[in-house]
């Protein structure tokens, strides 16, 4: 099995900066795509940024600019730089990673506990 665990959250102001961390840890076989997600209060959960083995990156539309998303193959951690930080972008951020724990397994998806991120004066 493979277990994410995130790191990184916080209070911080409005314009401010914080950076998450997720590392993944366990029998590990190959780690594909890490995404982070956010969920809000009363809201769905939503794609915040992904970024494949190859480090291709993509990115929603209301953190584009603003957050930017890289990993470490060595450390098997992903992490999100969050700048210009917004009260909306106040959630629970969650990390998600599609891996395989071993050669004889298909790949699935893991789930990290989430971070809480809070944006406020």
């Known amino acids: 099995q493979v277990q994410l665990v995130e790191s990184g959250g916080g209070l911080v102001q409005p314009g401010g900066s914080l950076r998450l961390s997720c590392a993944a840890s366990g029998s590990i076989f190959s780690l594909n795509v890490m995404v982070w997600y956010r969920q809000a209060p009363g809201k769905q959960r939503e794609l915040v940024a992904l970024i494949s083995s190859g480090g291709t990156t993509n990115y929603a539309g209301s953190v584009k600019g603003r957050f930017t998303i890289s990993r470490d193959n060595e450390k098997n951690t992903v992490y999100l730089q969050m700048s210009s930080l917004k009260a909306e972008d106040t959630a629970v951020y969650y990390c998600?990673?599609?891996?395989?724990?071993?050669?004889?397994?298909?790949?699935?998806?893991?789930w990290g506990q989430g971070t809480q991120v809070t944006v406020s004066s």
């Open positions: 998600n990673a599609n891996a395989r724990a071993d050669w004889r397994l298909n790949s699935k998806d893991y």
